[in-house]
């Protein structure tokens, strides 16, 4: 009864965003982000230890203002998610700039497919929407989520776009691996797995845990792997797109090791040109007080 009840309010609330006039939804949504700065909760401190790993050159007052401006994006994530089903086309292409895009287009259009990863940068979502809407098949996959009809509700928000969306289960690597032989675009943000299959990293010079899964689809298909990396621009989105080079030398899991070592570090690069739109308000690294999970 309690997961149903949030999810009502849940649902209600994301109607009432939708049909706000657009500058009234987002200055909700900032002072939602103020309100959650000044609270200093456990996911803001989070964020902030976080953020001071990315820029550990900021003094305390400074690493404060990239707080704000990082609670400032992650808000207009979340308003953009709410209200992103209702924009046009047109609104959608207008919105979005991209570097080295080639990258992307040009194994689509040669027939090859493309796994592209990301870090939970900018709005992914907003990225989608638009290669989806040039006709490119993409396929993700989401976290199950609770209460189920909260899952169902995302499953139904990212498919209205154009997505596939697997939920993340025993099954979703099978067919993963199916649709890179159907030559699809595979999309997966791949910047954080806590778990004992994720793969030790040097992440801004901290270990830290990021999945296998991108790179053994990429070594077991031959399929080019890419980096994206998605911030935020005065009008809309940035993407920015660099290949992950997957070596032909080693074992397999020397291979796995190198090619998520390499992502890492890209998604590193992104970010710290970019620190205020990764919105990483949980646990990333395995130092310190890291307990192991299943």
Sequence with gaps: MKERLSALVYFAGWR???ALPEKTAYRLFARAGSFMFARGGSS???LRFNLSRVSPQLNSTQLDELVRKALDSYMRYWCDTFRIQDW????IHASVSLHNENLLLDPMEEGRGVVIILPHSGNWDHAGAYFCSLGIQLVTVAERLKPEALFVKFLEYRQSMGFEVLGLDARSFGTLMNRAREKRLIALVADRDLSRSGIDVDFFGFPARMPAGPALLAIRTGIP???????????G????????EVPSDGDESERISAVVQRSADLFA????????DWHMLQRIW???DFKERD
Excluded at 88 to 91: G, L, N, Q, T, Y
Excluded at 225 to 235: E, F, G, I, K, W
């Design 44 to 46: 803001v401190q989070r």
């Design 269 to 276: 690069q992104g970010i710290s040109e970019h620190p205020e």
């Design 88 to 91: 046009s086309i047109e609104r």
């Design 237 to 244: 989105i940035h993407v920015d797109f660099n290949t992950v």
């Design 16 to 18: 009432i965003v939708r």
């Design 225 to 235: 792997l890419v980096v994206a990396h998605v911030s935020y621009t005065d009008t």
């Design 286 to 288: 395995i130092d310190g």
